[in-house]
């Protein structure tokens, strides 16, 4: 399994921002996937994940709202929607697969593969 995150860069307050993830593997488009973030000096946390099909979607809830997270099996990836940016949202963001087993919603130790991560960094 591999996970590529991209999108990220240097944006101002109140802008939107699409991340992209591309994940190859034989079980990619039956696995749950997710964002995760670490901001600068803090742990990582959970951000949004969505199911094999794209029909259920999970947010952390400081995330409601102004985050979406999608898929696109054809094309093997899953997008995070940012909208609104606040300066608080400058960090590190993964995506990550959860193992096949996997119920929904996930816990963070379902994600068993990574990616290596995108920056984002919001200006005020």
């Known amino acids: 399994v591999q996970l590529q995150a991209s999108g990220g860069g240097l944006v101002q307050a109140g802008d939107s921002l699409r991340l992209s993830c591309a994940a190859s593997g034989r079980t990619v488009s039956r696995s749950i996937l997710g964002w995760f973030r670490r901001a600068p000096g803090k742990e990582r946390e959970f951000v949004a994940a969505?199911?094999?099909?794209?029909?259920?979607?999970h947010y952390t809830d400081s995330g409601k709202g102004r985050f979406t997270i999608s898929r696109d099996n054809a094309r093997s990836t899953v997008y995070l929607q940012i909208i609104s940016l606040k300066p608080e949202d400058t960090a590190v963001y993964y995506c990550?697969?959860?193992?096949?087993?996997?119920?929904?919603?996930?816990?963070?130790?379902?994600?068993?593969?990574w990616g290596k991560g995108t920056l984002v960094t919001v200006s005020s």
């Open positions: 990550a697969k959860a193992h096949s087993d996997s119920r929904f919603p996930p816990i963070e130790p379902d994600f068993l593969f």
């Open positions: 969505v199911s094999g099909s794209g029909d259920r979607t």
